[in-house]
């Protein structure tokens, strides 16, 4: 039976997050944002600054009847470092922690027991950092930040950090691409 659900992810920052979902199979919208801090509707230039414990995420709509949650969070945790702290390569600050905000308990559990086997396999051979909270506050990024890497492909930073996740999601998952 088909079933839309909303799952936010943060991963660093959003233009490469985002850029890999829109391309796996049964997710029907992929939106960059921010979730999860004390400001009301904050801007990019406000999620910035590190004061407002906003992070920067994806909010994904998928259909349950095409893939599950566990595959978007192995995707997830291919795509980015879940090891590192409030960063993401050279993006730093509060706003690039890695975290899974979830909006249903069937959720919650499918996320706790991969962050359980992730930490009893050491598949990372660090500690893996991942927040896992519910979903408390989304508001919207900004349209520019709305489908950057699609519209931006030869964009520097594109080019260096959102393209080769994109690559890597093809390669390792090209049974869940679009």
């Given at each position: 039976m088909s079933?839309?659900?909303?799952l936010?992810l ?9 850029s890999?979902f829109k ?6 919208d992929?939106?960059?944002?921010y979730c ?10 406000d999620?910035?600054t ?11 709509v998928?259909d349950?009847a095409v893939?599950g949650?566990?595959q978007?969070?192995?995707?997830f ?5 879940p090891?590192?702290p ?9 706003q690039?922690?890695s ?6 308990d069937e959720?919650r559990?499918?996320?706790q027991?991969?962050l359980?086997?992730?930490?009893r396999?050491?598949?990372?051979g660090r ?7 519910p979903l ?13 890497f699609e519209r931006?492909p ?7 950090v ?10 390792t998952?090209?049974r869940?691409?679009k």
């Amino acid at each position: 039976m088909s079933e839309s659900q909303t799952l936010v992810l943060g991963g660093g920052c959003f233009w490469c997050t985002e850029s890999v979902f829109k391309e796996v199979r049964g997710v029907t919208d992929v939106e960059s944002g921010y979730c999860n801090g004390q400001a009301a509707r904050p801007s990019y230039e406000d999620v910035c600054t590190g004061r407002t414990g906003c992070n920067e995420v994806v909010k994904l709509v998928y259909d349950t009847a095409v893939i599950g949650t566990r595959q978007l969070l192995e995707i997830f945790f291919v795509i980015h470092d879940p090891t590192t702290p409030n960063r993401q390569g050279n993006d730093t600050g509060t706003q690039y922690r890695s975290g899974i905000y979830f909006t249903t308990d069937e959720q919650r559990e499918v996320a706790q027991a991969l962050l359980d086997e992730l930490a009893r396999d050491n598949a990372f051979g660090r500690p893996v950092v991942t927040e896992l909270l519910p979903l408390a506050h989304y508001w919207p990024a900004e349209d520019y930040h709305q489908d950057f890497f699609e519209r931006n492909p030869h964009q520097g930073y594109c080019m260096a950090v959102a393209a080769p996740k994109v690559a890597k999601f093809r390669k390792t998952f090209a049974r869940l691409a679009k």
